[in-house]
């Protein structure tokens, strides 16, 4: 079965109104907002799931930390193609 696209989650938080990347353990328990965010190397999300642990938040948060992760996922799959070393994939198939 071919590899159709690369696939990659991160985690991201609102901290005091910072939005963090990867949040370690401590980081995450104090977090007023935690997402997970999953998508592909295309750029479509599989799954957003996000929760105000402590706080409510803004559209404008939660641009900031889809942001965050679209980078963040960004950085994953250009290591798992450099892993890879330039696999041609059978994206649409």
Known sequence: ??????????SVG???DSAMLD?????DF???VDMNIIMTGQGKYVE????GEEASF?????DRMLS?????IGQLIDLQKDALG????????
């Open 14 to 16: 609102l901290l005091s």
């Open 58 to 62: 803004t559209r404008e948060q939660m």
């Open 68 to 72: 965050l992760a679209e980078t963040g």
């Open 23 to 27: 949040l370690c353990y401590s980081e």
């Open 86 to 93: 330039g696999i041609v994939l059978k994206i649409g198939r």
């Open 48 to 51: 957003i799931q996000g929760a």
């Open 30 to 32: 104090a977090a007023d």
């Open 1 to 10: 079965m071919p590899l159709k696209d690369f696939l990659a989650a991160v």
